[in-house]
């Protein structure tokens, strides 16, 4: 596992640790019942204080990305464990709202919302599900309409 921080980002480092292991857990490099550096030594590799290792590891266990095991070290769980659906279901609506915010600011209605998505969907599925349209929905909002 590879973990990159940077002093610049604004962004606390245990929460970069946190969210760079996150990343490695649901993009299935890190496996379920694979074991994580220890805290002194993810401290040391990354000369960062061990406290911070500490709040990264708690916050992934609290998340249930891992366990830590007394006298053992952290563990990865298994990615379909309740916790971990919980929190992508919490970076799809958080996605989605962004998405809506863009599409309010482009004066997109409920309808071209949903045509963008629909041409979203279908050209993600496999190419024999059907065909997938390329041209991008206009779904403009008129005047005088609610949103």
Known sequence: MRVVL?????VPLYEQI??????????GELAEGDA?????GLARDLRISVITTTRAYA?????????NVAGKGAF?????????????LRQ???????????ARLAGLDRDGVVEILDT???????????AATTDRPTGHR???QDQ
């Open 36 to 40: 994580l550096p220890s805290v002194r």
């Open 59 to 67: 916050d992934l266990a609290q998340e249930g990305f891992i366990t």
């Open 76 to 88: 990865v769980l298994g990615v379909d464990s309740e916790l971990v659906r919980e929190q992508l």
């Open 18 to 27: 946190k969210e760079q292991v996150k990343a490695a857990i649901l993009a």
């Open 92 to 102: 799809v609506e958080d996605g989605l709202t962004a998405a809506l915010d863009a």
């Open 120 to 130: 979203l969907i279908a050209t993600d599925e496999p190419e024999d599900a059907g």
């Open 6 to 10: 940077s002093n610049t980002s604004g």
């Open 142 to 144: 008129t005047e005088g």
